[in-house]
């Protein structure tokens, strides 16, 4: 099952607003691979939507030593071009990846695919004027979910802020069309004290 993560694969491409079409396929085919970070299921192991569906967490199924991990997010930073341009806020880790760092308060990870049921299920709302505290999700081009991040601030020219992390590598804060993952986004709100789903072992 995929699962959107972060390798050392030594991938390079122009920044993202510059790329041209078989920039994209490659930085695509990228994003692909970095899919197969172990993560494994524990059925013993799940949360909980408002409405009682489960949603599994997932823990590494061998954890990388710290050296390895920042040596891979350097190199990420540096072949995409990203490291002028986004702000270090937490340690490279795989504990968790990007959703179950907004879902699970960093404990766990969860796949992709299960997001769109947070979002149904505890009654996320679409926006089009992001505020401080809205998610930020990211999708690719067949609206599968690649990517959660939080919404930091927005300033008066429009710039939005978002705060994530970057599957098993660092957490950071950049402009929202500053990532690994691509232009393709949307704000969603919800009247929710917490983005923390519910009965989190």
């Known amino acids: 099952m995929a699962l959107a993560g972060f390798g050392l694969l030594g991938f390079e491409s122009a920044r993202f607003d510059g790329v041209e079409a078989a920039d994209l396929d490659e930085h695509d ?3 692909k691979l ?3 970070t172990p993560y494994v299921a524990d059925d013993s192991r799940a949360a909980k939507t408002d409405r009682g569906s489960a949603i599994h967490l997932l823990t590494t199924a061998e954890a990388k030593s710290a050296e390895l991990l920042l040596a891979t997010e350097y190199q990420t930073l540096q072949s995409t071009r990203l490291d002028d341009y986004v702000i270090r806020r937490g340690p490279a880790d795989d504990t968790s990846n990007c959703h179950g760092w907004v879902f699970t308060g960093g404990k766990y990870a969860i796949l992709g695919h299960e997001v769109d ?3 149904v299920e505890n009654e996320y709302q679409p926006s089009t004027i992001p505020q401080a ?3 930020c999700v990211y999708r690719n081009e067949s609206n599968m979910i690649l990517h959660t991040a939080l919404v930091r601030s927005v300033f008066d020219d429009g ?3 978002v705060e994530g992390k970057w599957g098993h590598l660092g957490v ?4 929202v069309q500053h990532s690994v993952y691509g232009t393709h986004f949307g704000f969603y709100h919800s009247a929710r004290s917490t983005h923390l789903l519910s009965s989190i072992p």
């Open 29 to 31: 085919a990228w994003l």
């Open 34 to 36: 970095q899919e197969t």
């Open 117 to 119: 049921t947070i979002l």
């Open 133 to 135: 505290g809205d998610l």
């Open 159 to 161: 710039t939005v802020l």
């Open 172 to 175: 950071f804060l950049h402009a």
